[in-house]
Nanobody, 126 residues
Framework: QVQLVESGGGSVQAGGSLRLSCVVS????????MAWFRQIPGKEREGVAV???????IYADSVKARFTITLDNAKNTLYLEMNSLKPEDTAMYYC????????????????????WGQGTQVTVSS
């Protein structure tokens, strides 16, 4: 059984940084894709970054050059390093995983992912 537990959210001022963590259990990293999504009230959950089984990464245009997704295999933890944060980055952030596919697109719909964490709130003030 796959379990995902996020942490690391909080409140920061614009221009600041945060690192989100997602502790993963029960997932075979070698044949899975993982992703970070975010959602604001009233809007659909959107993909932010993807980490594929071969270590390749994909980012949404809105976060390129500011966010970095990494996986620490030894700690079974997926990270999202967020720099130069903007007020429009304010959202609930979720990690997701799919052990049926090794490669996923950042545009892949959230409904396609079978495994989710509970989310962690990020608030960026101007």
């Amino acid at each position: 059984q796959v379990q995902l537990v996020e942490s690391g959210g909080g409140s920061v001022q614009a221009g600041g940084s945060l690192r989100l963590s997602c502790v993963v259990s029960g997932l075979p990293f070698s044949r899975s894709c993982m992703a970070w999504f975010r959602q604001i009230p009233g809007k659909e959950r959107e993909g932010v970054a993807v980490f594929n089984s071969d270590g390749s990464t994909i980012y949404a245009d809105s976060v390129k050059a500011r966010f970095t997704i990494t996986l620490d295999n030894a700690k079974n933890t997926l990270y999202l390093e967020m720099n130069s944060l903007k007020p429009e980055d304010t959202a609930m952030y979720y990690c997701a995983a799919d052990d049926r596919y090794q490669f996923c697109s950042v545009n892949r719909k959230y409904r396609a992912y079978p495994n989710w964490g509970q989310g962690t709130q990020v608030t960026v003030s101007s």
